[in-house]
C-alpha cells in the first residue's frame, strides 16, 4: 500500500497561482499511476489530471486544460500539481490518488486504489 499526503491548497484570488503537492511513502512510487481528483460541495468528484508511471502519458480535464500542469518527480516521492490563472469555479477540495494498473488510471474516480486526505484550494472573485 501507499500513503498519500496532500498539501499547498489555500486561498487566492481568481488569475492566482497555486502548487499542490503529494507526498508518497510505502510502496515504490513508481509503481503507481497517478492523478488528481477535485470536489466540490453538492458535486461528483471529478478527475483533473492523471499521470502515468514514468511521466510520459499525461490526461487533462477540458475545464482545467492550458492551465494546470501534472507532473511528478519519483526520486522524491512527489506528484504535483501547478495551476495557474485560478477560476472561483476551481474552488474545490482537492484529492491525489494512487492506481496501481495503468488501465485503471484515468479521469474517473473509482478505479483508484489509494487516496489521501484532500487539500482545499478556493479562490475568490
Known amino acids: 500500500q501507499v500513503q498519500l499526503v496532500e498539501s499547498g491548497g489555500g486561498s487566492v484570488q481568481a488569475g492566482g497561482s497555486l502548487r499542490l503537492s503529494c507526498a508518497a511513502s510505502g510502496d515504490t512510487f513508481n509503481y503507481y499511476c497517478m492523478g488528481w481528483f477535485r470536489q466540490a460541495p453538492g458535486k461528483e468528484r471529478e478527475g483533473v489530471a492523471r499521470?502515468?508511471?514514468?511521466?510520459?502519458?499525461?490526461t487533462y480535464a477540458d475545464s482545467v486544460k492550458g492551465r494546470f500542469t501534472i507532473s511528478r518527480d519519483n526520486s522524491k516521492n512527489t506528484l504535483y500539481l501547478q495551476m495557474n490563472r485560478l477560476k472561483p469555479e476551481d474552488t474545490a477540495m482537492y484529492y491525489c490518488?494512487?492506481?496501481?494498473?495503468?488501465?485503471?488510471?484515468?479521469?474517473?474516480?473509482?478505479?483508484?486504489?489509494?487516496w489521501g486526505q484532500g487539500t482545499q484550494v478556493t479562490v475568490s472573485s
Open positions: 499521470i502515468s508511471q514514468a511521466g510520459a502519458v499525461v
Open positions: 490518488a494512487a492506481a496501481r494498473r495503468f488501465s485503471d488510471c484515468d479521469l474517473g474516480p473509482k478505479r483508484y486504489n489509494y
